[in-house]
Nanobody, 123 residues
Framework: QVTLMESGGGSVQAGGSLSLSCVPA?????????MGWFRQAQGKEREGIAT???????TYANSVKGRFTISKDAAKTTLYLKMSSLEPEDTAMYYC????????????????WGQGTLVTVSS
C-alpha cells in the first residue's frame, strides 16, 4: 500500500471552477491498477465520481460527466480532478483512492485512500 495525499480543496462560488491534486498518481501493487476520485457530502453515502486506469482510460459518474475531468500529468506523478460549472450540491469531502477495477461506479476494490480535501460551493 501507498499513502495518497489530496490538495486543492477550498471555497468557490456556484458556476466557478476548482482543481484538485493527488500524489502519487501511480499505484504499483498490481499490473492493472485504477485510480480515482470519490466524494461524500454530509448525510450522504460516498460516491465514486471518476476513474482512470493504467492505460489512461477514464470513467465518470453521471452526476459529474461533462463538468469534471480526471487526468494525470506527463510524468504520471500527480492525479488531477478538474471541476467546472460547480453547484452547491457538489459540496463534499473529496477523496483520492487507488485500487483495482475501474468502472462507471468508481474503483471496484479500493486498497488505499487519501485523507480527503473539502470543497465548498456557495450560491
Amino acid at each position: 500500500q501507498v499513502t495518497l495525499m489530496e490538495s486543492g480543496g477550498g471555497s468557490v462560488q456556484a458556476g466557478g471552477s476548482l482543481s484538485l491534486s493527488c500524489v502519487p498518481a501511480v499505484y504499483t501493487h498490481t499490473t492493472s491498477y485504477c485510480m480515482g476520485w470519490f466524494r461524500q457530502a454530509q448525510g450522504k453515502e460516498r460516491e465514486g465520481i471518476a476513474t482512470i486506469d493504467n492505460n489512461d482510460s477514464t470513467t465518470y459518474a453521471n452526476s459529474v460527466k461533462g463538468r469534471f475531468t480526471i487526468s494525470k500529468d506527463a510524468a504520471k506523478t500527480t492525479l488531477y480532478l478538474k471541476m467546472s460549472s460547480l453547484e452547491p450540491e457538489d459540496t463534499a469531502m473529496y477523496y483520492c483512492a487507488a485500487g483495482r477495477g475501474c468502472g462507471s461506479g468508481g474503483i471496484g476494490y479500493v486498497d488505499v485512500w487519501g485523507q480527503g480535501t473539502l470543497v465548498t460551493v456557495s450560491s
